[in-house]
């Protein structure tokens, strides 16, 4: 039962970052289960599996706040399942020490570029003016899909911050559509894992539960922060926490010195909080620009 409610919390914590961010459950799932010290694709088995339920409440939340573009949610997902098997495949075929390296160093580099990414640039008002081809959904899905299935996370890092990038949809769709299209990657990838897991590799179902009952009770309030919550300020803090936590696991799986890993993760500790006060920052002086702006606009 302890179990149940550890991962329940864990669930509802990370549902809440991805929800509102479009990315990052399965980074934080992950992440939380590794350090734990579940093999890598164990771990990443158990946290697609929670996802299958995750992501469907997720997407019943965004429509019902209407936050999908249908079209972009087909074109991406049936790349992404694709993606998604190969990625599953490939990271149970690595052995356990290489497995863990890459899927730490992976998911390492997803909370840094979260990090850099809400924290210092400089998001816009990204609004559509097209819609995104199918020529360019669909090698973001297949990549994406590999990315989140062999690193154990990164269909959100990979799929919602290019969206957002390439302005052809506007932000809320892209979270919307992205959390939707995840339930399809998530299915294949468990297809994927299922299969091809060694027989001596056993998932703890209680662990996938907790991971699932959290994130669905919680899809419904991330749904609503996503029109609510500033994103610079709960990226940054999200994508701090996973790096230094998978820096430490990374320095922990090389043997590297106490001496070393005492700097490394003050550094880790200083840059995160840098950008979380650079966020913070922002997200004040973007709220006084609007508030004089909207001062400045004359009525009528």
């Known amino acids: 039962m302890q179990t149940l409610l550890l991962f329940g919390l864990a669930g509802i914590l990370a549902q809440l970052v991805d929800g509102s961010l479009g990315m990052a459950f399965g980074v934080t799932a992950t992440t939380t289960l590794v350090t734990l010290g579940t093999a890598p694709a164990v771990a990443s088995a158990a946290v697609h599996l929670a996802e299958v339920g995750t992501a469907l409440a997720s997407g019943a939340a965004h429509w019902r706040f209407r936050n999908i573009d249908w079209r972009t949610v087909v074109i991406l997902a049936v790349p992404g399942a694709v993606g998604a098997v190969l990625g599953a495949y490939v990271l149970t075929s690595l052995p356990m020490e290489f497995a863990e390296v890459w899927i730490t160093a992976v998911l390492l580099l997803l ?45 959100g890092p990979v799929a919602t911050t290019t969206l957002l990038s390439s302005g052809r949809l506007e932000p809320r769709k892209v979270v919307g559509s992205v959390d939707t299209s995840e339930f399809i990657v998530a299915l294949a990838a468990s297809a994927g894992f299922l299969l091809t897991l060694p027989q001596e590799h056993e998932l703890n179902y209680t662990v996938v539960a907790g991971l ?72 004040r002086e973007e709220r006084r620009r609007r508030e004089h702006e909207a001062h400045e606009t004359p009525v009528g």
Not at 131 to 150: K, T
Not at 218 to 243: D, E, F
Not at 245 to 263: C, I, P
């Open 111 to 155: 909370g840094l570029y979260v990090l850099v990414r809400f924290a210092f640039l400089r998001l816009g008002a990204l609004v559509a003016t097209r819609r995104p081809s199918a020529r360019f959904l669909a090698p973001l899905g297949l990549v994406a899909g590999f990315v989140d299935a062999s690193g154990g996370g990164g269909w």
């Open 212 to 283: 699932m009952i959290g994130g669905v009770l919680a899809a419904p309030l991330a749904a609503w922060l996503v029109r609510k919550l500033p994103p610079r300020v709960l990226g940054a803090a999200a994508g701090g926490l996973i790096v230094f936590t998978n820096a430490r696991t990374l320095l922990n799986a090389t043997d590297t010195g106490s001496t070393v890993t005492t700097v490394v993760l003050t550094g880790v500790g200083v840059l995160w909080a840098v950008g979380l006060t650079a966020a913070i920052r922002s997200v």
